[in-house]
């Protein structure tokens, strides 16, 4: 995963950082770690300036995790409950299970919005209950693109110091993060072996 990722962005290099940082919203066990640490170092080089790293990075992060709040948005708590109650084996949630999420959400709101952005895997998660409850689309970019902004400049910032240590970074999470893919996987499976079925009433 390492050597596509960089060879990514030799090839396409800021438009390489965007698509990758999207597509890590899709997959999350690619890892926006060794995405923009990645750039960062190509920037120590002279081949990208640093800024317009951080920028286009948290752009293409911001992109990719939205169409996850308007899933949520449009969707809604009583339609993913009951879309949970027929298919929530697969799924690995319940409706209680949504319940419990958005009114921890509805107490945290904003900050959880912009916290999250610094969690693996939740980043990119976080969004849908932010959809669920109905916060409003601003708010929501605003933390979002905060959080993510401070992530992704850290990380292009460990790249750029890093310079030609920067080989540590990629012999450390590449690593990490086929062991991300195996736990998620391994997750996936125990949650659909061991999923105990409720009967879900709307009326309730």
Wanted: glycine share 8%.
């Amino acid at each position: 995963m390492a050597e596509w990722i960089i060879g990514t962005l030799d090839q396409m290099g800021y438009l390489g950082i965007a698509f990758l940082m999207i597509l890590e919203n899709v997959f999350p066990p690619i890892p926006s770690e060794l995405i923009m640490s990645a750039a960062g170092f190509a920037a120590a080089r002279g081949d990208l300036d640093l800024w317009a790293v951080i920028a286009v990075g948290t752009l293409g992060s911001i992109i990719g995790n939205t169409p996850w709040y308007y899933a949520g948005r449009v969707l809604g708590k009583e339609r993913l409950k009951a879309l949970a109650q027929r298919h929530g084996r697969w799924l690995t949630v319940s409706p209680d299970d949504i319940e419990k999420a958005d009114a921890w959400f509805d107490r945290h709101n904003a900050l959880a919005v912009l916290v999250c952005r610094f969690v693996p895997t939740v980043r990119t998660l976080i969004s849908v209950p932010a959809g669920l409850s109905g916060m409003p689309l601003l708010p929501f970019l605003a933390y979002s693109t905060l959080g993510t902004m401070v992530w992704v400049g850290w990380l292009a910032a460990a790249g750029y110091w890093l310079g030609d240590n920067y080989a540590l970074v990629e012999d450390y999470i590449d690593p990490v993060a086929k062991l991300v893919v195996a736990v998620i996987v391994l997750g996936y499976l125990y949650r659909v072996v061991t999923y105990r079925h409720k009967t879900y009433d709307p009326a309730e």
